[in-house]
C-alpha cells in the first residue's frame, strides 16, 4: 500500500495504491487518519486500488463519517470497477445518503448503476 | 337453490379441512417448532373462517376467527406452540365439527362450551408463552420444509461477530454464497462504524439485512454460516411462504411501515404519528432521523421482493387449479354409478352368453367388444371410489393420543401404508372394528410407563398401523409392543364361559383365537375404553362382513400382532361359479385355492366321515348338496373347491366346477338378511340368479353343528 497526500483546491487529495485489504488495513488507516488531520475538503482517490475488501470499505465509510462529523466534504474518485463492486457486494451502495450524511449532501456509497455479474 | 349447495359444498370442504386439521395439529404435537405445520393449521382455520363468512355460517365463522387469531401470532413468532394449545385447538376442531354439524341438522350446540373455548383462546393470546426473541427465529428456522419448490422470501439478519477477521473468515464470502442460492439484496448496517479516531481496523463493525428469494430450505440457507454461526448473532425469518394472504391478496405485501414496525426498526405509536402526514412515510422517518437509511432501503427492497414473488406467483394458481380439474362429487351419485356399472356388467354377460349360442360371429365381436369397454368401465368406476386409507389412520391418532392420556400412558401411533386405497364403503365399515381394536391394544396391551419401565421396556408403547396390497386384497396389521395375549387366562376364561372343556388340548395359536368368540373378555375391570366382552367377536363379525378375515398372533411380553384382510371393493367381485343341482352358487375366488374330484369311491374311503384326501393330506369338506338340502341325483364324480378360511383349509363340495364369474354383488333384502350360509346373489348372464356363499359362516355353522353331534352321541 502506497499513498501520498497532495494539496487541491480547497483541501487535500489521497491518492492510495495497492490494496485496500485487511493486510494493509492499518497503513490504509494512518493515511486516511493522515488526511482528516489536515484541514479542508477531503478527496479520495482510489483509481489505482487493484483490491477492496470490508475491511478498506470500512476505513473509507470510518473516514467519511469523520469527515462529515467535522462538517467537510467528502469526495471519493474511483471510476473504476474494482471499487464499485466490492461496494455493492458488501451491500454498502444506497440509493440514497448514508446515515452519516446529512440532507441532500452527495455520498460515496450512492452508486446507482450495479456492476455487471 | 344455488345457496343451499353452495352451502354444502362449503360443509363438505370444511369437514374435510378439519380432517386435515385433526392430523397437522397431532404433528404439531410432536413437532412444536415445525413452522409448515403453524402455516397449515393457520391456512385451515383462515379458510374455514373466510368461507364460513361468506356462505353465512357466521357462528362458525365468529369462533373460528378466534383460534385464527392465536396462530396468526403463533406463525409471527409471538407465540410458542404449547401442548396446552394443542390441546385447545383440537377442542376447537371438534366444537367447529359441532357447530357444522349442527347447522346440517337445526340441533343445538352448547353455547357454554363454545364461550369456554373462546376464553381458552383468549387467555393463550394473554398468557406468558411468548418465546425469548432469539427462540423464535430459531424455532421459524427450525422445521421448514425442505423440498418445496416455490419461492420464498427470507428476511435475514447477519451480525458477524467483531474478532471475525481474525478468524480468517471474509464475510463477503459468505454473501457470496448466499447469493449462489438465489435471487439476494444485501443491505449492509453501518450504523455501528465508529468515526476513524476509535476505529481498529482488524475489527468488523458491519452486519448486514439481507432479502433472500429463494427454492432452499432455512437449514440450507443456515449451513452458509455453519462455521461462523455460533459467535454470530444470525436470524432467518420466513417472510413468505404462499400463504393464504398472499393468494387472497393478489400480490400486495404489508405497507412499509407496518414492515418497520414488525423489523423492529420503528415502534407503533410513532408510526402512527406520521402516518397523518402527507409525504411518504419512508422520507418523514428518515427526515426525522427516526430511521436509518439503511433500514428503509432493506424494508423496501423486502416489500420489493415479497411483491415479485406473489406477482410471479397470481396468475400461475388458476392455471394449476384447471390444472388439477378436480371435482367434488357426492358420495351418492358414485354409489349410483356403480350400481349402474354392476347393472352393466350382467347385461354385458348376458350378451356374451347369448352371441356364444347363436355363434353369429358378427353378434360374436360385438359382445367382446362390450365386455372390453364393460370392464375397462368397471375398473375406472371402482376405482374412483377409492381412498387412501391414511385419512382414517390420521383419525386413530386422535384416538390414541386421547386414550393415552385418560390412560396415564405414553402411546405412540405410527403408520405406515397410507397412501393404500380401499373403496369408500369398505373404509367406512372399517372403522369401527379398527377403533375396537385400537382401544384394545391400548386398554389392555400396552402397560402403564411404570410396568413398562420395572419390564425393561421403554416408557412409551407403540401401536403401529400398516397397510399393504395384497392381490385383490389389503391386508392391515396392527402390532403393538404391549404386554402380549396371556394364553393361561385366555385358556381359563374360555373354560369358564364353556367355550372349550378342561380337557380339550388346544395350540397357542387355537387359544388366541378363542378371544373372537362371543362374550368373551379376560379383562378383570371394565373400563370405558374397552372391556365390555362384546369387543373382539363384533370385530371379527364385522371384518367378515366386508368378506375379510382377522387374524391374531401373540408373544408374551413383547406385544401383539393383528393381521386384517380385506377385499378392495364390495361391489363387484371376482368369483368361482359353481352348479349344485340346477342351483348355482358363487364363492369368492380370493378364497378358493384349488378343486379337486371327489368320486364314490372316496367317499366310502373316509367312513362317512366329510374327509377328502388331497395329496395325501386330509382336508375336511362340506357337502353344500346336503348343506342347502338340494335334491337331485349326485353326479359319479363331484368337485370339491379347497379354499382356506379363518386360517384353516375347507372344501365345498359341489356337482360342478362352471369357472370364474365376475360377481356384480346384490344384497338380498331384509326378508333374507338371517339366511345363514349365504351372504348376498349376483344375476348371471341369463338371468337367473346365484347365491354368494359365505365361507366363513358356513365353517362356522358346520363346525357348531359338528360339534352338537357329538355332544349328543356322547350324551
Known amino acids: 500500500m502506497e499513498w501520498e497526500i497532495k494539496p487541491e483546491g480547497n483541501g487535500n487529495v489521497l491518492i492510495l495504491r495497492g490494496s485496500a485489504t485487511l493486510p494493509y488495513a492499518s497503513e490504509l488507516k494512518d493515511a486516511l487518519a493522515a488526511i482528516i488531520a489536515a484541514s479542508g475538503d477531503v478527496t479520495i482517490d482510489v483509481q489505482d486500488i487493484q483490491e477492496f475488501d470490508l475491511a478498506g470499505l470500512q476505513l473509507l465509510g470510518s473516514a467519511h463519517h469523520s469527515a462529515v462529523a467535522q462538517a467537510r466534504t467528502f469526495q471519493l474518485l474511483d471510476n473504476q470497477a474494482t471499487f464499485r463492486e466490492a461496494v455493492f457486494t458488501a451491500g454498502f451502495n444506497r440509493k440514497k445518503g448514508c446515515n452519516a450524511c446529512p440532507g441532500e449532501a452527495p455520498c460515496l456509497w450512492v452508486i446507482n448503476d450495479q456492476p455487471e455479474a | ?441 391400548i386398554d389392555h396391551g400396552i402397560e402403564t410407563p411404570d410396568v413398562r419401565r420395572a419390564a425393561g421396556k421403554p416408557e412409551g408403547g407403540t401401536v403401529h398401523l400398516s397397510a399393504e396390497h395384497s392381490g385383490d386384497s389389503v391386508l392391515l396389521t396392527i402390532r403393538d409392543d404391549g404386554k402380549g395375549l396371556d394364553a393361561n387366562a385366555i385358556r381359563a376364561k374360555a373354560v369358564e364361559k364353556g367355550l372349550i372343556s378342561e380337557t380339550d388340548t388346544l395350540s397357542t395359536s387355537e387359544l388366541y383365537q378363542l378371544i373372537f368368540a362371543p362374550g368373551f373378555s379376560t379383562a378383570k375391570t371394565i373400563s370405558s375404553v374397552s372391556g365390555r366382552g362384546v369387543g373382539m367377536d363384533v370385530v371379527k363379525k364385522a371384518i367378515e362382513t366386508l368378506r375379510g378375515s382377522i387374524e391374531i398372533d401373540s408373544a408374551p411380553g413383547l406385544g401383539t400382532l393383528l393381521k386384517i384382510k380385506i377385499p378392495l371393493t364390495l361391489a363387484i367381485i371376482e368369483s368361482l361359479l359353481v352348479r349344485i343341482g340346477d342351483a348355482h352358487f358363487v364363492l369368492p375366488l380370493a378364497l378358493v385355492e384349488e378343486c379337486v374330484e371327489l368320486t364314490a369311491a372316496d367317499v366310502a374311503a373316509a367312513h362317512g366321515r366329510h374327509l377328502a384326501n388331497v395329496r395325501g393330506q386330509l382336508i375336511p369338506y362340506i357337502p353344500l348338496r346336503q348343506r342347502f338340502a338340494i335334491d337331485g341325483d349326485v353326479p359319479a364324480i363331484q368337485q370339491v373347491v379347497v379354499t382356506q378360511v379363518d386360517q384353516q383349509q375347507i372344501g365345498f363340495v359341489v356337482d360342478h366346477v362352471i369357472g370364474e364369474h365376475q360377481t356384480v354383488i346384490k344384497s338380498l333384502g331384509r326378508m333374507y338378511k338371517d339366511v345363514s350360509g349365504i351372504s348376498g346373489a349376483t344375476i348371471l348372464g341369463d338371468g337367473s340368479v346365484a347365491l354368494i356363499l359365505d365361507a366363513y359362516e358356513l365353517l362356522h355353522s358346520s363346525a357348531a353343528e359338528e360339534a352338537r353331534q357329538c355332544a349328543i352321541k356322547v350324551a
Not at chain 2, 364460513?52 to 413468532?77: A, I, K, Q
Not at chain 2, 480468517?168 to 468515526?195: F, K, M, S, W, Y
Not at chain 2, 402527507?278 to 426525522?288: C, P, T, V
Open chain 2, 1 to 441: 337453490m344455488m345457496q343451499n349447495d353452495q352451502r354444502a359444498a362449503f360443509r363438505e370442504e370444511a369437514y374435510e379441512l378439519l380432517g386435515e386439521l385433526e392430523t397437522s395439529l397431532l404433528e404439531l404435537e410432536e413437532q412444536p417448532e415445525n413452522m409448515d405445520l403453524i402455516g397449515r393449521v393457520f391456512r385451515a382455520m383462515h379458510t374455514i373462517k373466510g368461507s364460513g363468512s361468506m356462505f353465512g355460517f357466521t357462528e362458525v365463522s365468529r369462533f373460528t376467527h378466534e383460534v385464527e387469531t392465536v396462530y396468526d401470532m403463533v406463525r409471527n413468532g409471538a407465540l410458542s406452540v404449547s401442548p396446552q394449545l394443542v390441546s385447545l385447538s383440537l377442542a376447537a376442531r371438534d366444537m367447529i365439527k359441532e357447530l357444522l354439524d349442527a347447522d346440517l341438522d337445526d340441533g343445538n350446540v352448547d353455547q357454554q362450551r363454545v364461550q369456554e373455548l373462546i376464553d381458552g383462546f383468549r387467555a393463550y393470546l394473554k398468557s406468558d408463552s411468548s418465546p425469548a426473541k432469539d427462540e423464535v427465529v430459531a424455532s421459524s428456522s427450525a422445521n421448514l420444509p425442505k423440498n418445496e419448490t416455490l419461492p420464498r422470501v427470507y428476511r435475514i439478519h447477519f451480525q458477524p461477530a467483531a474478532d471475525i477477521f481474525l478468524t480468517g473468515t471474509n464475510p463477503l464470502g459468505l454473501l457470496n454464497e448466499l447469493r449462489e442460492l438465489g435471487d439476494c439484496h444485501v443491505i449492509a448496517r453501518t450504523e455501528q462504524l465508529p468515526c476513524l479516531d476509535e476505529l481498529e481496523p482488524e475489527k468488523c463493525y458491519v452486519g448486514w439485512d439481507i432479502i433472500l428469494t429463494t427454492e432452499r430450505s432455512v437449514d440450507e440457507i443456515r449451513d452458509v454460516f455453519i462455521f461462523v454461526e455460533d459467535d454470530s448473532k444470525l436470524s432467518i425469518t420466513l417472510i413468505e411462504d404462499g400463504s393464504v394472504e398472499a393468494e387472497e391478496g393478489g400480490g400486495s405485501y404489508k405497507m412499509l411501515g407496518e414492515l418497520l414496525v414488525e423489523r423492529g426498526d420503528l415502534d407503533k405509536e410513532t408510526l402512527q404519528r406520521f402516518l397523518d402526514g402527507r409525504k411518504k412515510i419512508g422520507e418523514l422517518l428518515m427526515d426525522a432521523g427516526l430511521v436509518k437509511p439503511g433500514r428503509i432501503e432493506a424494508a423496501l427492497k423486502e416489500q420489493e421482493q415479497v411483491r415479485k414473488v406473489r406477482e410471479k406467483r397470481q396468475p400461475a394458481t388458476p392455471a394449476s387449479n384447471e390444472n388439477q380439474s378436480s371435482l367434488r362429487v357426492p358420495a351418492d351419485k358414485l354409489d349410483k354409478l356403480v350400481d349402474l356399472v354392476g347393472e352393466l356388467v350382467t347385461v354385458q354377460s348376458r350378451l356374451s352368453q347369448t352371441a356364444a349360442v347363436r355363434q353369429d360371429a358378427e353378434l360374436t365381436a360385438i359382445a367382446e367388444e362390450v365386455e372390453r369397454l364393460t370392464e375397462e368401465l368397471r375398473d375406472n368406476t371402482l376405482n374412483i371410489r377409492m381412498l387412501p386409507i391414511g385419512s382414517t389412520f390420521s383419525k386413530f391418532k386422535r384416538l390414541v393420543r386421547d386414550l393415552s392420556q385418560d390412560l396415564g400412558k405414553q402411546v405412540e401411533m405410527t403408520t405406515s401404508g397410507a397412501e393404500t386405497e380401499l373403496d369408500k364403503t369398505v373404509l367406512e365399515k372399517l372403522n369401527d372394528p379398527l377403533v375396537h381394536i385400537i382401544r384394545n391394544s
